[in-house]
């Protein structure tokens, strides 16, 4: 019998040529158990059918939409599906989420997973509502910018299919394009590439059937309750300012990277605080679908026109770039959006360029911290991906750095190819683990270790046994909540994390679940992601930082030296392998792959 919230089958999609053939593949509760679904699942998905060594851009590469139990239940944030795929950008595994109402179709084709392999011979659309599958040309899609050709797709089909597309830089295989619904992203890591490079220029989703829950009175019951805590104060500063609010105190800190990590604090930021915009440019605050919190905030651009902000997409167009002037950076996260690729890669890879062009590097002049306009420029390149600095730029910072040479990759700010996030790992060490040894690379919804660094319990600058422990937790909690799929913003309104969050899943699926095993459950997937990763080509050596992270210390403005060497992050890592029970290469133990169900 499949469990609640399951209906025990993935859709394996083949786009080779002008015509789709959708097959079946089927997911026992056994595997349903062990991954949950969401991220998860996706990443047995990846083992499974992604052959090795695999191009991420190569017809072959399978790129999964994945739902979860919770997908469809009146739960709160539950509203989310997970893109699974070998990056394009880092050559290894990536994942990202997105709210939308297309997780909710997605799943009511009545599938767990859509998996699309091959290459269409022109420009189409993909459409799938049960088992009807089919691939629709699209000539005249090319170029639109996501929200455009969803727009465009509803009108040719219906209103009530749901549409995930990809913007120019996906068409062009951009290597961090993403994947866009109804203005939110999957954006990290290049997904959107990997549909582009099977002519997919969108996924058309529409309901064809329901799904049952276990105990319905019970999901009822929780989702009033969550509901209510939802609006508590664990979510006020996402309600209030949104994650935009993290930047005036991120600066107090010092630990707002600024011009490329070679300060982590900006003069500049008092200008692009979420206090100034709310205050002067607030318009509006919106929800993702089925979520009570309402973290999205919506401020008024210069000349007309809205733009929502965020924390990421503003440090990275801003602080990191060294650009004050809010005109600028929201007209670049407005670029970003038309393109369709990911804020935090474009930044970090521009302000590198910006650093490498500073120190005559590249012969680019015009390419300077500070200005606004040549960012745009720099934007535009990267989207057309001009002969150049624009086809340079669109392979990331890491890639770029291997071609212009010259010791640049030292400050290419990135793990793993993936361009680093709005944290200064000197100043948050517990943070810096957590990045060096993520699967994705330099990721912070993966590893949240931020947290426990600001909580007031540990000493963010020397890190050690305690900031191993802390990184650790947060990513077995992120990998729980990224499977189920709940928002990490939600996170804070449980008490007892993992019991809660089996009592949920229990109701749904009808699974005797319990904390223990929802633990075994988060070790096993962050095992299956670096065990990908190994089969991958991956080493021990990816798990670093930049050489700047390591050999240059930031003086705060406190009077202390934020200072983090190799051999202090050498031995966390060495710390972290131990209690993830690697060896000391940070390869996953035999007994652990058995553990792992890639047997089927």
Same mark, same amino acid.
């Given at each position: 019998?499949?469990?609640?919230?399951?209906?025990?089958?993935?859709?394996?999609?083949?786009?080779?040529?002008?015509?789709?053939?959708? #097959?079946?593949?089927?997911?026992?509760? +056994?595997?349903?158990?062990?991954?949950?679904? &969401?991220?998860?699942? &996706?990443?047995?998905?990846?083992?499974? $059918?992604?052959?090795?060594?695999?191009?991420?851009?190569?017809?072959?590469?399978?790129?999964?939409?994945?739902?979860?139990?919770?997908?469809?239940?009146?739960?709160?944030?539950?509203?989310?599906?997970?893109?699974?795929?070998?990056?394009?950008?880092?050559?290894?595994? %990536?994942?990202?989420?997105?709210?939308?109402?297309?997780?909710?179709?997605?799943?009511? %084709?009545?599938?767990?997973?859509?998996?699309?392999?091959?290459?269409?011979?022109?420009?189409? =659309?993909?459409?799938?509502?049960?088992?009807?599958?089919?691939?629709?040309?699209? @000539?005249?899609?090319?170029?639109?910018?996501?929200? !455009?050709?969803?727009?465009?797709?509803?009108?040719?089909?219906?209103?009530?299919?749901?549409?995930?597309?990809?913007?120019?830089?996906?068409?062009?295989?951009?290597?961090?394009?993403?994947?866009?619904?109804?203005?939110?992203?999957?954006?990290?890591?290049?997904?959107?590439?990997?549909?582009?490079?099977?002519?997919?220029?969108?996924?058309?989703?529409?309901?064809?059937?329901?799904?049952?829950?276990?105990? !319905?009175?019970?999901?009822?019951?929780?989702?009033?309750?969550?509901?209510?805590?939802?609006?508590? @104060?664990?979510?006020?500063?996402?309600?209030?300012?949104?994650?935009?609010?993290?930047?005036?105190?991120?600066?107090? =800190?010092?630990?707002?990277? %600024? +011009?490329?990590?070679?300060?982590?604090?900006?003069?500049?930021?008092?200008?692009?605080?979420?206090?100034?915009?709310?205050?002067?440019?607030? =318009?509006?605050?919106?929800?993702?679908?089925?979520?009570?919190?309402?973290? /999205?905030?919506?401020?008024?651009?210069?000349?007309?026109?809205?733009?929502?902000?965020?924390?990421?997409?503003?440090?990275?167009?801003?602080?990191?770039?060294? #650009?004050?002037?809010?005109? /600028?950076?929201?007209?670049?996260?407005?670029?970003?959006?038309?393109?369709?690729?990911?804020?935090?890669?474009?930044?970090? %890879?521009?302000?590198?360029?910006?650093?490498?062009?500073?120190?005559? $590097?590249?012969? /680019?002049?015009?390419? +300077?911290?500070?200005?606004?306009?040549?960012?745009?420029?720099?934007?535009?390149?990267?989207?057309?991906?001009?002969?150049?600095?624009?086809?340079?730029?669109?392979?990331?910072?890491?890639?770029?750095?291997?071609?212009?040479?010259?010791?640049?990759?030292?400050?290419?700010?990135?793990?793993?190819?993936?361009?680093?996030?709005?944290?200064?790992?000197?100043?948050?060490?517990?943070?810096?683990?957590?990045?060096?040894?993520?699967?994705?690379?330099?990721?912070?919804?993966?590893?949240?270790?931020? /947290?426990?660094?600001?909580?007031?319990?540990?000493?963010?600058?020397?890190?050690?046994?305690?900031? =191993?422990?802390?990184? #650790?937790?947060?990513?077995?909690?992120?990998?729980?909540?990224?499977?189920?799929?709940?928002?990490?913003?939600?996170?804070?309104?449980?008490?007892?994390?993992?019991?809660?969050?089996?009592?949920?899943?229990?109701?749904?699926?009808?699974?005797?679940?319990?904390?223990?095993?929802?633990?075994?459950?988060?070790?096993?997937?962050?095992?299956?992601?670096?065990?990908?990763?190994?089969?991958? &080509?991956?080493?021990?050596?990816?798990?670093?930082?930049?050489?700047?992270?390591?050999?240059?210390?930031?003086?705060?403005?406190?009077?202390?030296?934020?200072?983090?060497?190799?051999?202090?992050?050498?031995?966390?890592?060495?710390?972290?392998?131990?209690?993830?029970?690697?060896?000391?290469?940070?390869?996953?133990?035999?007994?652990?792959?058995?553990?792992?169900?890639?047997?089927?």
């Amino acid at each position: 019998m499949v469990p609640g919230g399951f209906f025990g089958r993935a859709l394996l999609v083949d786009v080779d040529g002008g015509a789709a053939t959708g #097959v079946p593949y089927e997911l026992s509760e +056994r595997v349903l158990r062990s991954y949950l679904g &969401g991220v998860g699942l &996706g990443t047995w998905l990846l083992h499974r $059918l992604a052959p090795a060594g695999v191009d991420p851009l190569a017809p072959g590469a399978p790129l999964a939409f994945v739902f979860s139990s919770l997908v469809g239940t009146p739960l709160t944030t539950s509203a989310k599906f997970a893109v699974v795929a070998k990056s394009p950008l880092t050559g290894l595994l %990536t994942d990202a989420l997105a709210s939308s109402r297309f997780a909710i179709s997605g799943k009511l %084709t009545g599938h767990d997973a859509i998996v699309i392999r091959g290459r269409a011979a022109e420009l189409s =659309v993909l459409l799938i509502e049960g088992a009807d599958v089919r691939l629709e040309p699209a @000539p005249e899609l090319a170029g639109m910018t996501a929200a !455009q050709a969803e727009t465009a797709a509803r009108e040719r089909f219906g209103r009530n299919w749901q549409t995930a597309a990809i913007g120019p830089a996906g068409e062009r295989q951009v290597r961090y394009a993403t994947i866009s619904h109804d203005g939110r992203h999957a954006g990290r890591g290049g997904l959107g590439a990997v549909l582009g490079a099977k002519n997919i220029k969108a996924v058309l989703v529409r309901a064809a059937t329901k799904v049952s829950v276990a105990d !319905q009175a019970g999901v009822l019951a929780a989702a009033r309750d969550l509901r209510r805590r939802s609006f508590g @104060p664990a979510t006020a500063k996402y309600r209030e300012l949104g994650t935009l609010a993290n930047l005036l105190a991120f600066n107090a =800190v010092s630990t707002l990277p %600024t +011009r490329n990590f070679t300060a982590a604090t900006f003069e500049g930021a008092p200008r692009l605080a979420a206090e100034e915009l709310h205050e002067l440019r607030g =318009v509006a605050r919106n929800s993702c679908a089925s979520c009570s919190i309402g973290c /999205e905030h919506i401020y008024s651009r210069k000349g007309g026109g809205k733009q929502r902000m965020e924390y990421e997409n503003v440090f990275a167009l801003g602080p990191l770039c060294g #650009v004050s002037d809010p005109d /600028e950076v929201f007209a670049a996260s407005a670029r970003c959006d038309e393109l369709g690729i990911d804020t935090i890669s474009a930044g970090g %890879t521009i302000a590198w360029a910006m650093e490498c062009a500073e120190r005559g $590097l590249l012969d /680019e002049p015009w390419l +300077r911290f500070g200005d606004g306009a040549a960012l745009l420029r720099a934007l535009d390149a990267i989207g057309e991906r001009s002969p150049g600095l624009g086809e340079l730029l669109a392979q990331g910072s890491r890639r770029a750095a291997g071609v212009v040479g010259r010791s640049s990759i030292d400050f290419a700010p990135q793990v793993k190819g993936l361009e680093l996030p709005g944290y200064e790992p000197r100043s948050l060490q517990a943070m810096a683990l957590g990045l060096a040894v993520n699967a994705r690379g330099a990721d912070h919804n993966r590893s949240g270790a931020y /947290e426990a660094d600001l909580s007031g319990e540990l000493d963010r600058l020397a890190g050690g046994a305690a900031h =191993v422990a802390a990184a #650790v937790d947060t990513e077995d909690r992120a990998a729980v909540m990224d499977s189920m799929i709940l928002c990490k913003f939600l996170r804070g309104v449980f008490d007892d994390p993992f019991t809660e969050w089996a009592g949920l899943l229990a109701l749904v699926t009808g699974w005797p679940l319990d904390a223990a095993e929802l633990r075994e459950t988060a070790r096993r997937i962050v095992r299956a992601k670096r065990a990908f990763n190994l089969r991958e &080509g991956a080493t021990a050596a990816d798990d670093t930082l930049p050489a700047r992270m390591l050999e240059t210390p930031l003086e705060l403005g406190s009077g202390r030296r934020a200072a983090l060497d190799a051999g202090r992050l050498r031995s966390m890592v060495a710390g972290y392998y131990a209690v993830r029970g690697l060896d000391e290469e940070g390869r996953v133990a035999a007994t652990d792959l058995a553990d792992l169900l890639l047997d089927g």
